[in-house]
């Protein structure tokens, strides 16, 4: 029997409105909308991020939220306050301030009130590799973007 192999591909995110979606998270994350198949677009949207090979999948639903995640995305960043701020202005919510175990970190919820961290730097090589957000007018692009 020959091995196989296998790898984390996506990351799916339930939306009630996939064109929000896609404004929501591209300008969240940098990512990039990716063509998918016909068939698949009225019910999926997916989005390539700057830095990973894995995907994020956002899922047309209708279905109402009852309950917390047992999955969520965490965002790190080397300025939480400035990085709530932003998200904020593109449409999430703060939900839950947490400072435990030497970190200070932030549970928002998306405009679909699915959770998401953000949370000081973990992987300070990665973060630094990224490029800034722009602080002054812009909470969407990069810098390089403008």
């Not at 309950?67 to 703060?94: F, P, Q, W, Y």
């Not at 549970?107 to 699915?114: A, E, F, G, Q, S």
């Amino acid at each position: 029997m020959t091995g196989h192999r296998s790898r984390l591909c996506q990351f799916v995110i339930d939306v009630d409105d996939l064109d929000e979606g896609v404004t929501f998270w591209s300008a969240a994350l940098d990512a990039t909308p990716e063509p998918l198949p016909e068939a698949s677009t009225g019910i999926y949207r997916q989005l390539q991020l700057p830095d990973a090979e894995i995907r994020i999948l956002l899922q047309l639903t209708h279905d109402p939220k009852i309950k917390k995640e047992h999955m969520h995305l965490d965002i790190e960043t080397d300025n939480v306050d400035a990085e709530v701020s932003r998200l904020e202005r593109l449409g999430a919510k703060r939900w839950d301030h947490q400072q435990e175990r030497g970190f200070d970190f932030w549970v928002l919820r998306d405009p679909w009130d699915n959770e998401f961290c953000v949370l000081q730097t973990i992987f300070a090589q990665l973060l630094a590799a990224r490029r800034p957000w722009q602080t002054a007018t812009s909470t969407i692009y990069p810098d390089e973007m403008l």
